[in-house]
């Protein structure tokens, strides 16, 4: 394959890359507004308890899918889990300070916080999953089919 070639393929698998991890960010955002909601705006919750459960089910459920459906990676589980886990480390409690200033202290709307700590979230997550967690190991997961 010629090299023009394979950055074309190179180029082309990124933005599948890019529009997978979208989708199943979007399918997790669903879950992170869904389980908010009933925990700030119904249950009365304050909001940096309920952010966190929130991240949580969407962090579980965009892990589960992108592994297996956007980065195709047979990567160690654990081993993908924990860099992702040290991602969180650093995100989660960043995110509850300043989402819980913002909302509590200077009395910003929730889900405008919210938001925008999606969108932060998204895009620092993307870099760091395609490039440190599955970085070597994209597509490397067979796919097997069960005979009958």
Same mark, same amino acid.
């Given at each position: 394959?010629?090299?023009?070639?394979?950055?074309?393929?190179?180029? /082309?698998?990124?933005?599948?890359?890019?529009?997978?991890?979208?989708?199943?960010?979007?399918?997790?955002?669903?879950?992170?507004?869904?389980?908010?909601?009933?925990?700030?705006?119904?249950?009365?919750? /304050?909001?940096?308890?309920?952010?966190?459960?929130?991240?949580?089910?969407?962090?579980?459920?965009?892990?589960?899918?992108?592994?297996?459906?956007?980065?195709?990676?047979?990567?160690?589980?654990?081993?993908?889990?924990?860099?992702?886990?040290?991602?969180?480390?650093?995100?989660?409690?960043?995110?509850? +300070?300043?989402?819980?200033?913002?909302?509590?202290?200077?009395? +910003?709307?929730?889900?405008?916080?919210?938001?925008?700590?999606?969108?932060?979230?998204?895009?620092?997550?993307?870099?760091?999953?395609?490039?440190?967690?599955?970085?070597?190991?994209?597509?490397?997961?067979?796919?097997?089919?069960?005979?009958?």
């Amino acid at each position: 394959m010629e090299e023009n070639q394979k950055k074309q393929f190179k180029d /082309r698998e990124g933005l599948i890359h890019f529009l997978k991890f979208t989708g199943f960010s979007i399918s997790a955002g669903a879950i992170q507004i869904g389980s908010y909601a009933v925990l700030y705006s119904w249950l009365q919750i /304050r909001y940096w308890p309920s952010y966190l459960t929130a991240l949580i089910l969407s962090v579980l459920w965009n892990f589960t899918l992108n592994r297996k459906f956007t980065f195709k990676s047979a990567a160690n589980i654990p081993v993908a889990m924990t860099k992702v886990a040290v991602y969180y480390a650093i995100f989660t409690p960043l995110s509850t +300070w300043w989402g819980d200033y913002l909302v509590e202290g200077l009395h +910003w709307p929730g889900y405008l916080v919210l938001f925008g700590t999606m969108v932060i979230n998204f895009v620092t997550e993307f870099i760091y999953t395609k490039y440190f967690v599955y970085h070597n190991q994209i597509n490397t997961a067979v796919i097997s089919s069960v005979e009958e």
